[in-house]
Nanobody, 123 residues
Framework: QVQLVESGGGLVQAGGSLRLSCAAS????????MGWFRQAPGREREIVAA????????YYADSVKGRFTISRDKAENTVYLQMNSLKPEDTAVYSC????????????????WGQGTQVTVSS
């Protein structure tokens, strides 16, 4: 059974940084894509970034390019999202997800999801 557990969320001032972690277990993730999504109150869930497990190909939403970095540690079975220069509009629940597809950007294309972690950026 695939399990994804996020950590690292919290409250930070605008301009600050946070690093989110997603610990994955329950299967071999070779060939899979790991994605980070976020959902703010009253808004639809949107992709933030994604990475392929094998070759670390990446995708970033335009809104986070140059500020966020996604990475993965094969030995630890963990995916990270380093978030720098945070803005109040980055406030949302951030969730990690995984799929056997290559770098899809729609939430419906991901099969397994974590519970999410709250990120709040104050102005």
């Amino acid at each position: 059974q695939v399990q994804l557990v996020e950590s690292g969320g919290g409250l930070v001032q605008a301009g600050g940084s946070l690093r989110l972690s997603c610990a994955a277990s329950g299967r071999t993730f070779s060939g899979y894509t790991m994605g980070w999504f976020r959902q703010a109150p009253g808004r639809e869930r949107e992709i933030v970034a994604a990475i392929t497990w094998n070759f670390s190909s990446t995708y970033y939403a335009d809104s986070v390019k140059g500020r966020f970095t996604i990475s993965r540690d094969k030995a630890e079975n963990t995916v990270y999202l380093q978030m720098n220069s945070l803005k109040p509009e980055d406030t949302a629940v951030y969730s990690c997800a995984t799929t056997y597809l290559r770098l899809p950007i729609q939430p419906a294309q991901y099969q397994y999801w974590g519970q999410g972690t709250q990120v709040t950026v104050s102005s």
